[in-house]
Structures are given as structure tokens and as C-alpha cells.
């Protein structure tokens, strides 16, 4: 570099390594500090810890209640994801494979669902459902799971084929094979982590959500964010630290198999 | 294919033909692939919002409860007297009765109740009185005026002809702190009642205060990881990564923990001497802030370093090498290159917070919620519904213009992540 290092370039540089190292301890400090008090053998969510013991552990994991919610919160997750993965495939499929008029309206509209507060929508669901008995019931919180969904599975089924070469397509073609072959022989297998990983992220998105659950579900459709919810507001106990770490230790793997994902796929890319 | 190609120059004319409806096949066959997910949105997504918008507008729980007297209301000639005549008494006589039998008269009371005080009891006292009575008396006029003086009112009646529906604007109006008066005219509101615009201008600032605190924290953050070298850069990324797929609930559990009375932060306060005392940093607009702003940091930190990995090195040296000091060139040639970050970014993180509802309903005081909470409150605990779209109509229409501007500037589904 020809410019010479001024003091305030220095300055300015500390300045934003501090920053920049002080906001990753903004982002990552809180759910850290949350995971030893789980263990914590006291009833008061502070340190220091008075002794280590699994009790809240024990506490969350044979309580009925906390159960039946991972248990609904698994239901409704992975039916929503299943049913927004193939929706958002498909689409994705056709936004890439032609240049149809309205294209960009339509993909922006389909990203509607990520962006509209989701108060409005709950609400709208609270009085749509109603009449077709919807409301309180599993299926009505996996179509609105599923309709939340849907824009992360096009988003990364996009990215994902915004890298695939359409060669390949032209070559399946060439050589004889239908279209619906060279589909599931060609394409999927290589766009099959993006794909995925798309699934994982609308699984996750269901997995958080809590304002719909909270209009439309009933007492039946409690799912884990539901009951974390309630015990922040009423009495925050050391078992929903235990709840969140166990919803944490989910997100990390989550996030593993998203990460495992996507650059399996952009090796995929690179070879192709 | 082949065979036309060999056919020679007298088939072009076909062949193009062909080759335009292939194409046109094409573009059919792609929107298809489409339609299933563009017909999901629009039952399960668009249908329950535009009903739930709707009702900001229609209003017809007093046309149904009170089908008489919403026909005499809206055919007498109110030039004449604000307080109408024995017709429209005699409709509203018999109307009050009938939904006092069928017990339906709570409806139009609450109704009522939303525009002048005492709607309720004005109905409901009215409508018990005259159940009783043996016959008709001869002037319902002077029988109603006589059992609640109310009736006797103009703005009693004003009140009634804004809500003869079917259609209404009195709850977008009262959105925005504004009602229409005796003639029709919009004036605003009484100081005491104005209390929307308020909560809207919280809103924006608590939104805008997030976004801005993205931004900076936000901002050395994609700096630092773009400029090293592409393992590192995902290996710091996880640090991002972890909150951004950490459940907001978890999120929230945390912050409360961390930042109550004898939480980690007022532990780390007193210890190094900075506070005598807890300070309060939950349950009040700091909380709020503190916990939204680390939930839409990430929604900040990807856009900018999407944009910012994409800037190459050689212009700032350039800059540089021209002789321009540090600072300028930054500013003139780096910030400009790395803008569509920056406006994608923080309109993004500005469009998220703007609709807030579960952070502040747990971390926030009274005076901390946000447009979504009255949203929520007046559907489940008020079932003020009409109120409760209006209210959703302005937030939806913030979000919809923010959004058109956002999408323009990212370019479609592209560039989001």
C-alpha cells in the first residue's frame, strides 16, 4: 500500500476491530450465558452457580407438558416443512427455467409471507379459520407453518440453481431422455442439498414461531416456543434455561447441517 | 429437428413459427411450476389478510342487528334536524326490542360504545326499559327521549349514522386521531383520546433507533469478516450464524436473564464499580432496544457482507495510490460501492422491527409496545376488530411501501441471503 498509515487510519482501525469484536460478544454472550445456569443447582437464574445438578433437566424432560410441546412443535414442523419444500421447489424450478411476464412481481410476492408482520397475518388466520372450524386445530397451524416457510425454500432453491449449469439439462435431452427424467436423474440429485437445506430453514422457521400458535392454536397445539412464552411472562424458571439450551443445542445442529449443506452443494457447483 | 433443418430455406418461415410456440411452451410449462405455490399464498396468505384488512372499512354490525333503523337513518334528511323524527324513533324502538329479545343488542352497544361514551348503557338501559313496556306508546319520540335524555342528542345520532355502515372510515380515522363531527366534517380528535399517532411515532422511533444500532454494530462486523481470508471469514460467520438460527423465544429467554436486577450485566456493572445499585434494564424501553437489536443484527450483517465481499480491493488502492487520505476514500469510493448493502440492510432490519410483537410484549414496559401489541390486544381483549384492522391497515401499508423499495433495490428473490 502506497499511502502511508496515518494515526487516524490507526485509530479509526482500532475503533472498528473493537466494535466489530465487541458485537460478536453482543451476539453470541447472552445465548452462552443462558446454558450453565440450566445446570444450576439454585432456584434463581444468577450467577454464580450454587452447584451443578440435571434437576431442571429432569424437570423439563418428565413433565407431560413440555413433552406434548416438543411433540407438537415436530408434528407441525416438519409436515409445514415438507409441504413448503416441495412448494418452494417447484416454484423455484420455474422462476429459474423461464423468463414468464410478471416474473418479478411474482417473486416478490411470493417473498410476502417473510416481510408482512406476522401480528396481521395471525389476526387474518384468527377470523379466516373460523368458519372452516381451522382455528385450535393441527392442520390450521401447518398451513400457516407451511405458508411461512415457503420463502426460504425459494430463496435457497433459487441460489442454489442461480449455479447449475443448464448445459447439463440440454445434454439429458439430447441423449434421450424425457424431461421428467432428466428432472429427477440430472437436476435433483445436484440441487438436492440446496434443497434441503431449504427444508431445514422452513422447519426452523416453524420451529421458532410463536404469534400464530398464539391466535390459532388451542390448548392441544402448545408447541415449545408456545410454553417458553408463557413461562417468560409469567415466571421465568430455571427450566425454561433448561429448554432453551436444549432448543440451542437444535439450533447448532441445525445450523451444522445447513452449513454441511451448502458447501456440499457449491462443491457440487464447482465441479459441475 | 433434424428433418427441418435439412428442408432447406423454404421451411424457415415454419420453423420459426415452431420455434416460437416451443418457447411459448416453455414460458407455459415454467409458470406452471409456479402456480401450485402462487395459489398456496393466495388462500392460506392473501385471503386471511385482505379479510382481516377489510373490516377497517366495513362496518356492519349495527346494519344487521338493526336493519330498520339503519334504512331509516340513512333516508331521512338530516338538513332538517340533527335529532330525527318519529319514523326513525319508531324503527329504532322496534329494532332495540326485537335484539333485546334475541339478545343480539350487545353487538350494536359495543359498537356504539367505541364512538361515545356510555354507548353501552345508553343500548342496553334504553333497550331494558322499553322491553317492558305493555303497548306502544303514541310518540316513541318523546317515550325514547323521556327513558335516556341521550336520544335526544345530535351527537348521539351523528354516532349512529357512522355506524349505519355499510362501510365506514370512522376506525381509520381514529387511527390517525382524527373523527368526523356532527356534520360530517373531520376534525381531530380530543387531546385526551389522541393516543394512535403517538403509538405510531414509538413505533417508527424504536424501529428506526434498531435499525440505526444495526447499522453500526452491523458495519465493522461484515467489514472485518470481508476482509479476511474465506475460511476464517466462515468460521467467524457461525458467530453470526448462532443467534440468526437460535429461536427468538430462546433469544428473549436469554436477555431477560441476562439483563434482570440481578442479572450478568448489573453484576458486571457493580463489580466494576460503574453502578452502586441494579440498574433496570428489562421491562422498560432498553430492554426492548437491547433485545431487538441483537435479534435483527444478523438481517443487517448479510446483506452488507454479501455486498461487501463483492467490492474488489483494487479501488481502494487506486484511491489510495491517487494520493486520497484514508478517510476520504472511504467515504468517496468504499461506502459508495457498498450503499446497496447498506439501504437493503437496514430497510430490512427497519421492515422486521417495524412489525415487532413478541420481544417487546415480553422485555417491554407498558410504554414500550409497539403497533402490533394494540393490534393483538384490541382482536383478543378488546374485540375491537374494526379498530384492530386499522391499525394493521397502517402498519401493512408502512410495510408494503418499504417493501416495494426494498425489492427494487435487491432485485426480486436474488440477494436476500
Known amino acids: 500500500m502506497s499511502g502511508a498509515v496515518t494515526g487516524t487510519e490507526k485509530a479509526w482501525r482500532v475503533v472498528l476491530y473493537v466494535v466489530a469484536i465487541g458485537g460478536f460478544f453482543f451476539l453470541v454472550a447472552p445465548i452462552l450465558a443462558i446454558v450453565p445456569l440450566s445446570f444450576n443447582d439454585g432456584q434463581f437464574l444468577t450467577y454464580p452457580l450454587r452447584g451443578i445438578s440435571l434437576r431442571w433437566y429432569e424437570d423439563f424432560f418428565f413433565s407431560g407438558t413440555w413433552m406434548s410441546s416438543i411433540r407438537n412443535s415436530l408434528i407441525i414442523g416438519v409436515v409445514a416443512a415438507t409441504i413448503a419444500t416441495f412448494l418452494g421447489t417447484l416454484a423455484a424450478a420455474g422462476l429459474w427455467l423461464a423468463d414468464f411476464p410478471g416474473k418479478r412481481f411474482i417473486s416478490a410476492f411470493l417473498l410476502a409471507p417473510m416481510i408482512v408482520p406476522m401480528v396481521i397475518y395471525a389476526v387474518g388466520l384468527y377470523f379466516y379459520f373460523a368458519p372452516f372450524d381451522l382455528t385450535a386445530t393441527f392442520t390450521g397451524l401447518i398451513l400457516a407453518h407451511a405458508v411461512l416457510g415457503t420463502p426460504f425454500v425459494v430463496i435457497t432453491v433459487t441460489a442454489t440453481l442461480s449455479g447449475f449449469d443448464r448445459t447439463l439439462i440440454r445434454a439429458g435431452l439430447s441423449l434421450g431422455a424425457s424431461p421428467i427424467r432428466v428432472a429427477r436423474s440430472v437436476v435433483f440429485p445436484l440441487i438436492a442439498p440446496g434443497v434441503i437445506f431449504g427444508g431445514l430453514f422452513a422447519f426452523s422457521v416453524s420451529l421458532e414461531e410463536v404469534i400464530t400458535v398464539l391466535f390459532i392454536g388451542g390448548p392441544n397445539q402448545r408447541t415449545l416456543p408456545r410454553e417458553m412464552f408463557s413461562g417468560i411472562r409469567e415466571n421465568i424458571s430455571p427450566t425454561i434455561a433448561a429448554a432453551a439450551t436444549i432448543m440451542i443445542v437444535l439450533a447448532v445442529l441445525l445450523l451444522l447441517s445447513a452449513e454441511f449443506l451448502r458447501r456440499r452443494s457449491s462443491r457440487l457447483q464447482a465441479k459441475g | ?417
Open chain 2, 1 to 417: 429437428m433434424a428433418e427441418t433443418m435439412l428442408a432447406g430455406p423454404r421451411q424457415t418461415r415454419s420453423l420459426k413459427r415452431d420455434l416460437a410456440r416451443a418457447e411459448r411452451k416453455r414460458k407455459r410449462n415454467a409458470f406452471l411450476l409456479v402456480l401450485p405455490l402462487i395459489v398456496f399464498v393466495l388462500i392460506f396468505f392473501v385471503a386471511p389478510i385482505a379479510g382481516m384488512l377489510e373490516r377497517s372499512v366495513v362496518d356492519t354490525d349495527l346494519m344487521e342487528t338493526w336493519p330498520k333503523t339503519a334504512e331509516a337513518v340513512r333516508t331521512y334528511d338530516w338538513e332538517k334536524d340533527a335529532v330525527p323524527d318519529e319514523a326513525v324513533f319508531s324503527a329504532l324502538a322496534q329494532d332495540l326490542i326485537r335484539s333485546y329479545d334475541d339478545r343480539t343488542a350487545a353487538a350494536v352497544a359495543r359498537r356504539l360504545n367505541y364512538d361515545i361514551s356510555g354507548g353501552r348503557s345508553l343500548v342496553m338501559g334504553t333497550a331494558r326499559k322499553i322491553a317492558r313496556l305493555d303497548q306502544p306508546p303514541a310518540s316513541w319520540r318523546d317515550t325514547l327521549i323521556e327513558t335516556e335524555p341521550d336520544w335526544g342528542r345530535a351527537e348521539t345520532w351523528a354516532a349512529v349514522r357512522r355506524a349505519a355502515g355499510p362501510l365506514t372510515d370512522f376506525f381509520l380515522l381514529q387511527t390517525i386521531d382524527h373523527q368526523r363531527d356532527i356534520d360530517g366534517s373531520i376534525v381531530p380528535v380530543p387531546t385526551e383520546r389522541a393516543v394512535y399517532l403517538q403509538i405510531y411515532a414509538r413505533t417508527f422511533a424504536i424501529a428506526l433507533t434498531v435499525t440505526l444500532l444495526c447499522l453500526m454494530i452491523g458495519f465493522p462486523i461484515a467489514f472485518l469478516l470481508a476482509g479476511l481470508r474465506e475460511n476464517l471469514a466462515n468460521l467467524l460467520m457461525i458467530l453470526v450464524l448462532l443467534p440468526f438460527w437460535t429461536p427468538l423465544l430462546v433469544r428473549t429467554a436469554a436477555w431477560v436473564v441476562v439483563l434482570q436486577e440481578h442479572g450478568l450485566v448489573n453484576q458486571m456493572l457493580q463489580f466494576l464499580h460503574l453502578t452502586n445499585g441494579p440498574i433496570r434494564l428489562v421491562y422498560n424501553r432498553s430492554g426492548v432496544i437491547i433485545s431487538m437489536t441483537h435479534v435483527l443484527l444478523p438481517f443487517m450483517i448479510l446483506p452488507l457482507y454479501a455486498v461487501m465481499r463483492t467490492v474488489p480491493k483494487d479501488y481502494m488502492r487506486a484511491a489510495h495510490s491517487l494520493g486520497a487520505p484514508p478517510f476520504t476514500a472511504f467515504r468517496r469510493v468504499y461506502i459508495p460501492q457498498v450503499m446497496p448493502g447498506i439501504a437493503a440492510g437496514s430497510i430490512l432490519v427497519f421492515i422486521i422491527a417495524l412489525g415487532y410483537y413478541i420481544t417487546p410484549a415480553l422485555v417491554g414496559g407498558a410504554a414500550d409496545q409497539m403497533i402490533s401489541y394494540y393490534i393483538a390486544f384490541y382482536t383478543t381483549d378488546t374485540v375491537n376488530w374494526g379498530l384492530a384492522a386499522a391499525l394493521g391497515t397502517g402498519l401493512f401499508a408502512a410495510t408494503l411501501i418499504l417493501y416495494a423499495i426494498y425489492s427494487r433495490l435487491v432485485g426480486g428473490v436474488r440477494g436476500v441471503m
